[in-house]
């Protein structure tokens, strides 16, 4: 059965940094995407980062420039770096990988 364990959420001020980590546990595929997800309060879960087996990515505008999503095949982990962080970022960030989910790690950022 496959798990993914997100950590690194917390609270930070406006301003600061946080670095998001997931990894699996169990068999997994490598030709699969893993991506970042956030959903806020009473808002839609939204998409954040995206990488893909070769390693090309894609982030939402909101976060570009600002978050960068990279991936370690040999841990089977996938990290989000994210600076300059607004209030806005607050929320929780899932990480996924082809059908899976983790569970969800807070991010809150003051303002």
């Known amino acids: 059965q496959v798990q993914l364990v997100e950590s690194g959420g917390g609270l930070v001020q406006a301003g600061g940094s946080l670095r998001l980590s997931c990894a699996a546990s169990g068999i997994i595929s490598s030709l699969n995407a893993w991506a970042w997800y956030r959903q806020a309060p009473g808002q839609q879960r939204k998409m954040v980062a995206i990488?893909?087996?070769?390693?090309?990515?894609n982030d939402a505008d909101s976060v570009k420039g600002r978050f960068t999503i990279s991936r370690d095949n040999a841990k089977v982990a996938v990290y989000m770096q994210m600076n300059s962080l607004k209030p806005e970022d607050t929320a929780v960030y899932y990480c996924?990988?082809?059908?899976?989910w983790g569970q969800g790690t807070q991010v809150t950022v003051s303002s």
């Open positions: 996924t990988h082809g059908v899976f």
């Open positions: 990488i893909y087996s070769g390693g090309s990515t």
